[in-house]
């Protein structure tokens, strides 16, 4: 099995409810640097699973529509609380949809798995793995 | 499938027993930077896989047993050597029964696997990857 | 000249005020990993510059100040940018109230520089440097 | 499961055939840096999976193959593209061969699996697992 | 003294003349990972030295002019060693010519100093510090 | 001012003596990860500062007197506490006086600066810096 992992960043604002997140429960805020790792078994005629410069591109698309914003006030994410590990499994869901939309291209259709990880500091972060 | 992982460090002495050690058979000692992986299928009412800042702590408390210690003079590791990858299933072991007992909350139950990861330097590293 | 770095970080909200900023105007946040690096000409009686538990403990004490919060909220920084620039120039001047104060010792007295860096991102980031 | 992972790097010039590589067609050149890991569900006798530093070598051993060498003129390479994730193959067939010749001694013939990654910046890297 | 830091990267190809390379005298390449950092003692009106987003599109501008390229074949290093040092003064020069000409602003014209390091893997780098 | 930088690591066992050290009292170890950079205003006739090859191996000759021990045994330490600052200073003399006996070549006379940094984690590090 083959992989090809590219890495941006997103900047946001969010706060999270429940006791258990004690003071995270304010207003804070996050860099996420996001990773997504794209898996498959065969290289395309180009001897690539993807592209990097592409796969660069979809996430920077991807990670656009959430960066520089305060989760908050966003609706996709209503009455949700929008933690590292869900976080990283929305990415993975719009990376897929992209994916499954030709936007890294025919042979992209091989692919079998993206991983997407949200490292929230230099001591956490979070992932999310699925099939595509 | 989710993942949430968390990093801590410990310093410890030990000496490894066997030829293949060379220079290594001496007492030495090493910083143990450790990444414990907590994976599983499902986020719980919080939208959490487990709560970070639990994790942080229950992987102190775990490392706290081993930090700042000589390996060669510990009653848990007499007649082993307390090679990397070795200690990296102490730790995994100790964890996944701390889980079991509850000590990161009922939801925690549904996790399915927990992984450790303990760098021995910048260029060196062993996992040990088990089930809960 | 000897020097002593400990790593922590803090996670805040803010927005930033000119058209220079774009889409930063919106109310975002940040991880901060934070080093505090103190320098000084000679060892103590210990063989120290500061000591690293010290050191990490009076860092994590004054980022606490600022952790978990929306700094457009705080009336310390009323009227001002919370640039990185700026906030790595507001930790480091808040450890050398603290250095001044005694609270790493009397021989921290011999200091004679403190260096703050913040890194927003895997890409970027700011520091500010200061005699003790 | 247990796994050892080792690193070194390499430094190669080469030039990618297909529009999709845009200015990646040119001669240009990358610093690999590879990790290889061995995963096994069993410790031998010394307590490890592989030893790190037999690892070591082994690995330096088959990037010397590679090293300091423009890849359009090797033999080994002719009619392909030298894309990162078709490397991390390539080496990776070459860390089994030695392995299943008996490069890291008899114990390493429990050995389960081996995955090479490549990181060609701090943004990208490609990787690939195989079965021993 | 503040100080900001940006990071990208260039992929390139060349050999180095002389004895004391080595292998390195073949053709080869390397990925370097860019550091620019611009320090200067006072904060601009906005609360800045640099705006990261100009100094990241600044930094990609003047590498632009290397990556993907043959160092060997282009005339601005004629009879010279592209050596990591060497080359961190090219890109500090050319930063520092940009700065000249106002393309970071008007508030740049007070900084003070900038320094380029290149990264050539994760055990070798090189750095190159000017005034400006 | 130009300089160039080598990493390698060393793996040693300690006991710290004073009541600041707490638990580091007791015989326990590091690996330290050790970051040598040699600074100096000119280049030499190859282009170079240092070469990087040459200073891989003096850093690795320096660090193998220390490599694998136990530091409570050395002549060179006694009554000492050999505390992260103390022995990157240990490690910036030894390069120096190996630099003075023309070690590096006799280029390396013009070089003004060493500065050693050791990594006892990925939170805590302690540098030296003197004139060559």
Redesign the interface.
């Known amino acids: 099995?083959?992989?090809?992992?590219?890495?941006?960043?997103v900047?946001?604002?969010?706060s999270?409810?429940?006791e258990?997140?004690?003071?995270?429960q304010?207003?804070?805020?996050?860099?996420?640097?996001v990773d997504a790792s794209f898996s498959g078994p065969r290289?395309d005629?180009?001897?690539?699973?993807v592209?990097?410069?592409?796969a660069?591109t979809l996430l920077a698309d991807v990670l656009a529509r959430l960066?520089?914003?305060?989760l908050d006030d966003e609706d996709d994410f209503a009455g949700?609380?929008?933690?590292?590990?869900?976080l990283?499994?929305v990415v993975a869901d719009r990376l897929a949809e992209r994916v499954g939309a030709g936007d890294l291209?025919e042979a992209a259709r091989d692919l079998a798995r993206i991983t997407v990880t949200l490292h929230?500091?230099?001591?956490?972060?979070?992932?999310?793995?699925?099939a595509l």
Chains 1, 2, 3, 4, 5, 6 share one sequence.
């Not at 099995?1 to 960043?9: F, G, K, L, P």
């Not at 900047?11 to 969010?14: E, L, T, Y």
């Not at 929230?120 to 699925?130: F, I, Q, T």
């Open positions: 099995m083959y992989s090809v992992n590219v890495r941006d960043h900047m946001i604002a969010h999270l409810h429940g258990v997140f004690g003071p995270a304010r207003l804070h805020g996050a860099t996420y640097v290289l005629d180009d001897g690539l699973i592209d990097i410069g592409r660069t960066n520089y914003r305060n949700q609380n929008t933690s590292t590990e869900m990283a499994r291209g929230e500091s230099h001591v956490a972060w979070a992932a999310y793995e699925r």
